[in-house]
């Protein structure tokens, strides 16, 4: 490593490379990659026939090898006349036709149109430091001029950003088309740079193109990706880059606290197949010695589960598989798997490049799974929202065996935005059993099947069955509120299944939903089985000026106030709700909107500590009663907030013994309702467990 040059600008010095070839002599000096790491790609857009001028040759083997196998028209330059003395010696009797010559690539005697290839094998990264780019600049005109029209400047570098921006605004301005191919990275030495290979390739027309012509290929054989602006050309590789070295910090160090998650996409496609998300164990884990690393396969559609989603989760997962490092590999959508052995010959070849460090050689690592099962997945509807992103509707076998459809925002892939059980008329019974065993579908359904519909009566998101057991606070299904009605306020859509289910099965009950986005009514209504009617309306719009509108109205109120309603903004620590519906002065017109016996609901899901601490004094500063619900494994809790004030005979905190009663008589209420073929799969008593003042 002493003799690389201490600093950019030496790249470009002839005396440096005078000094670096004396120093090393007759042995050859392989930058980026030789012959075999090379020969895929360059045999794809040189031509054994083609008249080659080869700049910056240096004493690489790169171009006796292409003579060796067929190419025969090279013309070698270098600056350094030691190298170029050097393989001239070194060729002239096995080599005759290959010639080296002393030539300054930015200002060379070849006629104009004379060669139909150039090749670059680290020239450009070493000059582009030189003079803010100018002598690459030269070069790079030097090599449009030398060029026949077909012809090609083939540049293998480390296209660092500044360098590949030189290059490609360079051919780009003079209407060439270009395409970079990132090739795969081969093993290397502990202290070898981390930065991938790439290949860049500009070829050069007639008449310049009036559209530029962008495409990034993974690997040599990759199918090309069309991209439309040089920053996104940029962009990718930079993300390429990052990917590699993202790598190296994997293989040389151990964070348990790190969480890395690197993407692996289809080589051809360029589409991302695989995501693996690595966790260390503790420091001070007690690890069995053979225990080096492991892969887990989630299986397809369970990547959203929180023992996979979650660090939480995935610590739990690790410190039960009891391995040094843990990765946790989950698959995309729109992407075909054979079976978990496919999986495992795909990923093997790969995995070793995230191994921690120090393992042994030719060490094996051990593919875990859910069940030895690659799991099941049918994506039924893609669509895109103005207001939400891109999003999915997908079809998932569940760990319980069942069939569940689900709804998914690419901004937040991690997080299911809403999901409902399918059934199917021969199945719809069993459902009605409890303590069921788990079965699983004889054969999953692969299109969209009218025979499967949507089991309004179970709630798959725990925080929507608490607030379902929050109606007994007002008592709902006892004698005395038998017959009453129950107007319902609620903010947020989504799949439409706590809405539904409400309309279902809660007596009494008139449901008016808000949600701000158009396409997710839309969603509901096509995929989730959502059916509004007299009892159960959707108004479009903002739920904040949708409150504010109805708190100046005269005798508009409601008994249940209800917001589960997400934040687009990522940038602070809540993603539930928005900041603006937890202001004191907008809780104060929620206050305002209730019955006396009125109940507000509200799904909080908070991480930072600070602001929900501020949440928790402005909701207890308007509501003189609120109980708080928290949910294992997830942070979502749900806050249940009264307009009553507490019984004083009450412990300040305990729940209320009226509570306690009033779920019983609520269980019974959703019990005696109808609806179809559905039937309520709700535990009121158990959701109202751990609920407390808060």
Same mark, same amino acid.
């Given at each position: 490593?002493?003799?690389?040059?201490?600093?950019?600008?030496?790249?470009?010095?002839?005396?440096?490379?005078?000094?670096?070839?004396?120093?090393?002599?007759?042995?050859?000096?392989?930058?980026?990659? #030789?012959?075999?790491?090379?020969?895929?790609?360059?045999? @794809?857009?040189?031509?054994?026939?083609?008249?080659?001028?080869?700049?910056?040759?240096?004493?690489?083997?790169?171009?006796?090898?292409?003579?060796?196998?067929?190419? @025969?028209?090279?013309?070698?330059?270098?600056?350094?006349?030691?190298?170029?003395? =050097?393989?001239?010696?070194?060729?002239?009797?096995?080599?005759?036709?290959?010639?080296?010559? =002393?030539?300054?690539?930015?200002?060379?005697?070849?006629?104009?149109?004379?060669?139909?290839?150039?090749?670059?094998?680290?020239?450009? $990264?070493?000059?582009?430091?030189?003079?803010?780019?100018?002598?690459?600049?030269?070069?790079?005109?030097?090599?449009?001029? *030398?060029?026949?029209?077909?012809?090609?400047?083939?540049?293998?570098?480390?296209?660092?950003?500044?360098?590949?921006?030189?290059?490609?605004?360079?051919?780009?301005?003079?209407?060439?088309?270009?395409?970079?191919?990132?090739?795969?990275?081969?093993?290397? +030495?502990?202290?070898?740079?981390?930065?991938?290979?790439?290949?860049?390739?500009?070829?050069?027309?007639? +008449?310049?193109?009036?559209?530029?012509?962008?495409?990034?290929?993974?690997?040599?054989?990759?199918?090309?990706?069309?991209?439309?602006?040089?920053?996104?050309?940029?962009?990718?590789?930079?993300?390429?880059?990052?990917?590699?070295?993202?790598?190296? /910090?994997?293989?040389?160090?151990? #964070?348990?606290?790190?969480?890395?998650?690197?993407?692996?996409?289809?080589?051809?496609? &360029?589409?991302?197949?695989?995501?693996?998300?690595?966790?260390?164990?503790?420091?001070?884990?007690? *690890?069995?010695?053979?225990?080096?690393?492991?892969?887990?396969?989630?299986?397809?559609?369970?990547?959203?589960?929180?023992?996979?989603?979650?660090?939480?989760?995935?610590?739990?997962?690790?410190?039960?598989?009891?391995?040094?490092?843990?990765?946790?590999?989950?698959?995309?959508?729109?992407?075909?798997?054979?079976?978990?052995?496919?999986?495992?010959?795909?990923?093997?070849?790969?995995?070793?490049?995230?191994?921690?460090?120090?393992?042994?050689?030719?060490?094996?690592?051990? %593919?875990?799974?859910?069940?030895?099962?690659?799991?099941?997945?049918?994506?039924?509807?893609?669509?895109?929202?103005?207001?939400?992103?891109?999003?999915?509707?997908?079809?998932?076998?569940?760990?319980?065996?069942?069939?569940?459809? /689900?709804?998914?925002?690419?901004?937040?892939?991690?997080?299911?935005?809403?999901?409902?059980?399918?059934? !199917?008329?021969?199945?719809?019974?069993?459902?009605?059993?409890?303590?069921?065993?788990?079965?699983?579908?004889?054969?999953?359904?692969?299109?969209?099947?009218?025979?499967?519909? *949507? $089991?309004?009566?179970?709630?798959?998101?725990?925080?929507?069955?608490?607030m379902v057991a929050g109606f007994a606070m007002l008592q709902v299904g006892t004698p005395q509120k038998k017959d009453a009605p129950v107007s319902v306020l609620l903010v947020g859509l989504g799949g439409g299944g706590l809405p539904q289910f409400l309309r279902d099965f809660v007596p009494g009950a008139s449901v008016q939903v808000v949600e701000l986005d158009?396409?997710?009514?839309?969603?509901? @209504?096509?995929?989730?089985?959502?059916?509004?009617?007299?009892?159960?309306?959707?108004?479009?719009? $903002?739920?904040?000026?949708?409150?504010?509108?109805?708190?100046?109205?005269? &005798?508009?109120? %409601? $008994?249940?106030?209800?917001?589960?309603?997400?934040?687009?903004?990522?940038?602070?620590?809540?993603?539930?709700?928005?900041?603006?519906?937890?202001?004191?002065?907008?809780?104060?017109?929620?206050?305002?909107?209730?019955?006396?016996? &009125?109940?507000?609901?509200?799904?909080?899901?908070?991480?930072?500590?600070?602001?929900?601490?501020?949440?928790?004094?402005? *909701?207890?500063?308007?509501?003189?009663?609120?109980?708080?619900?928290?949910?294992?494994?997830?942070?979502?809790?749900?806050?249940?907030?009264?307009?009553?004030?507490?019984?004083?005979?009450?412990?300040?905190?305990?729940?209320?013994?009226?509570?306690?009663?009033?779920?019983?008589?609520?269980?019974?209420?959703?019990?005696?309702?109808?609806?179809?073929?559905? !039937?309520?799969?709700? #535990?009121?008593a158990e959701m109202l467990n751990d609920l407390k003042v808060a």
């Amino acid at each position: 490593m002493n003799l690389l040059p201490r600093t950019a600008e030496e790249f470009s010095s002839a005396e440096y490379w005078e000094r670096f070839f004396k120093s090393r002599g007759e042995k050859a000096f392989e930058w980026y990659g #030789d012959y075999n790491e090379l020969c895929g790609v360059l045999h @794809k857009y040189i031509k054994t026939q083609d008249k080659v001028l080869v700049v910056g040759c240096g004493n690489s083997e790169l171009s006796e090898q292409l003579y060796d196998v067929g190419y @025969k028209q090279l013309t070698n330059i270098d600056i350094s006349e030691t190298v170029v003395a =050097q393989m001239n010696r070194r060729n002239a009797e096995r080599r005759p036709d290959l010639t080296y010559h =002393q030539v300054d690539a930015t200002k060379t005697t070849y006629e104009d149109a004379s060669y139909q290839a150039t090749l670059d094998k680290g020239t450009l $990264d070493a000059m582009a430091s030189e003079e803010e780019g100018a002598l690459a600049k030269r070069m790079l005109t030097e090599v449009g001029r *030398v060029l026949s029209v077909g012809g090609r400047y083939v540049c293998v570098t480390l296209a660092q950003e500044s360098v590949i921006r030189l290059a490609v605004e360079h051919f780009v301005q003079m209407g060439w088309a270009v395409r970079l191919h990132s090739l795969e990275e081969t093993a290397r +030495q502990e202290d070898s740079i981390a930065l991938p290979v790439f290949v860049l390739i500009c070829t050069k027309f007639r +008449q310049p193109m009036p559209v530029p012509i962008l495409e990034l290929c993974l690997g040599e054989d990759g199918a090309p990706t069309r991209l439309t602006r040089v920053p996104e050309l940029l962009s990718a590789v930079k993300e390429r880059q990052a990917y590699s070295i993202l790598r190296k /910090r994997l293989q040389t160090d151990m #964070d348990a606290t790190s969480n890395l998650s690197l993407t692996l996409c289809h080589v051809k496609t &360029g589409l991302p197949r695989y995501t693996l998300t690595v966790q260390d164990c503790a420091p001070g884990a007690m *690890v069995p010695r053979a225990n080096h690393f492991a892969i887990f396969i989630v299986p397809q559609g369970r990547e959203t589960d929180w023992q996979y989603a979650s660090s939480e989760g995935r610590s739990r997962l690790a410190t039960s598989a009891n391995f040094r490092r843990l990765v946790v590999v989950a698959m995309h959508r729109n992407q075909e798997y054979t079976d978990m052995q496919a999986v495992q010959a795909e990923l093997s070849p790969l995995v070793m490049d995230v191994a921690p460090p120090g393992m042994p050689a030719n060490h094996q690592a051990p %593919f875990l799974s859910a069940g030895g099962e690659l799991g099941w997945r049918d994506v039924v509807s893609e669509g895109v929202s103005e207001l939400s992103g891109a999003y999915y509707v997908e079809d998932v076998r569940g760990e319980d065996g069942e069939l569940y459809r /689900r709804l998914l925002f690419l901004s937040n892939a991690g997080l299911v935005q809403s999901e409902s059980r399918l059934i !199917s008329p021969h199945t719809a019974s069993s459902h009605k059993r409890k303590n069921r065993k788990k079965v699983k579908p004889a054969v999953p359904p692969k299109t969209p099947s009218t025979s499967f519909s *949507v $089991d309004s009566g179970l709630l798959c998101c725990t925080h929507h069955g608490i607030m379902v057991a929050g109606f007994a606070m007002l008592q709902v299904g006892t004698p005395q509120k038998k017959d009453a009605p129950v107007s319902v306020l609620l903010v947020g859509l989504g799949g439409g299944g706590l809405p539904q289910f409400l309309r279902d099965f809660v007596p009494g009950a008139s449901v008016q939903v808000v949600e701000l986005d158009p396409v997710i009514l839309e969603v509901a @209504k096509d995929w989730f089985g959502f059916r509004p009617d007299d009892r159960l309306t959707v108004t479009i719009g $903002d739920g904040l000026e949708r409150i504010n509108a109805l708190a100046n109205e005269e &005798g508009r109120l %409601f $008994d249940v106030i209800m917001f589960d309603v997400d934040s687009k903004d990522t940038s602070v620590g809540m993603s539930c709700p928005p900041a603006g519906f937890v202001e004191i002065s907008f809780l104060k017109k929620v206050f305002s909107l209730l019955t006396p016996r &009125g109940v507000f609901m509200l799904n909080l899901v908070c991480r930072d500590s600070v602001m929900r601490k501020s949440v928790m004094e402005r *909701v207890r500063g308007v509501f003189p009663l609120v109980f708080s619900r928290g949910i294992d494994g997830e942070v979502n809790e749900v806050l249940l907030c009264s307009r009553a004030e507490k019984e004083s005979e009450d412990s300040p905190q305990t729940v209320p013994l009226f509570l306690k009663q009033a779920a019983m008589s609520l269980q019974s209420a959703l019990s005696n309702s109808s609806s179809g073929t559905s !039937s309520p799969h709700i #535990d009121i008593a158990e959701m109202l467990n751990d609920l407390k003042v808060a």
